[in-house]
């Protein structure tokens, strides 16, 4: 069944495991997945033709991104392991292995829904509410809003450390679970290798400002800071990080979202 709409569904026919993560029995979280009713799924996101619902699977809280794989193009990407949901996985455990939070992959397979071919790409869902929900929310006190500040700080040093850099570090795309806990990060697709490090975190840095800006809900200069001055090494380095990342955010035409990550999907 597909929602109203053509929102996808998991493969339930030609079935094919592509990646599974180490430990995870397989036989369990294949039947697992087959035993969801996926139509009645929480239906998270949906985006050019892409799903992201969240189901029980096998006992697991388990969030499914289901992506086509039709056209010649997406077919020899598949071939060649360089779909969404390779590179995913890959660049998953690549952050994982830094001991940087990630939305654990269990298992990533493919096959057709409808005679559609899809490829499904089951993580463990990441408990909590995503950045961009406690920006709007205004919920936190003060000091809970300092100390998640400067997990997500943190996590940018972290992150360039390792020398690594995500293309799309939006606050859509990190769940917090709590003050002062490093955030999970639930799209990895767009992990490159880190250009400079000045650079990787201004980039960074401009994601994380820009999404709720365009939404109205700008993060508070002070926020901005306690995240930066976490990030980097002096306080001259975040000043000048500061200046250059708010002249850059103010320089884009138009920051709106294409899509409202705080607006959820109708099922139908």
């Known amino acids: 069944m597909l929602y109203a709409g053509g929102v ?146 943190r996590q940018l040093k972290a992150l360039v450390e390792a020398k690594l850099f995500n293309r799309d570090h939006k606050p859509s795309n990190l769940i917090v679970t709590g003050p002062g806990v490093q955030p999970a990060m639930v799209d990895t697709v767009a992990i490159l290798p880190a250009p400079a490090r000045m650079r990787a975190l201004k980039r960074m840095l401009e994601a994380l400002v820009t999404e709720p800006t365009g939404l109205g809900r700008p993060p508070r200069r002070t926020l901005a800071m306690r995240t930066i001055r976490s990030a980097v090494q002096t306080k001259d380095e975040a000043r000048r990080l500061y200046v250059e990342v708010a002249r850059a955010v103010r320089a884009k035409r138009d920051i709106r979202p294409k899509h409202n990550p705080l607006a959820r999907p109708l099922a139908g």
């Open 8 to 153: 996808l569904m998991p493969p339930d026919t030609n079935c094919r495991v592509v990646r599974c993560a180490e430990g995870v029995d397989l036989h369990r979280i294949s039947a697992g997945i087959r035993d969801v009713v996926w139509s009645e799924a929480d239906l998270l996101k949906v985006t050019r033709g892409s799903a992201v619902l969240r189901a029980k699977v096998a006992g697991v809280d388990s969030v499914a991104k289901v992506m086509p794989i039709g056209g010649f193009k997406r077919r020899l990407q598949a071939i060649l392991g360089r779909t969404q949901g390779d590179r995913t996985f890959r660049c998953a455990e690549k952050l994982m292995q830094a001991q940087i939070r990630v939305a654990e992959p269990l298992v990533l397979i493919r096959g057709k829904h409808e005679g559609r071919r899809v490829e499904c790409l089951l993580m463990r869902a990441a408990p909590g509410q995503t950045l961009l929900e406690l920006i709007a929310s205004n919920d936190l006190t003060a000091s809970e809003e300092h100390r998640v500040a400067r997990a997500v700080g």
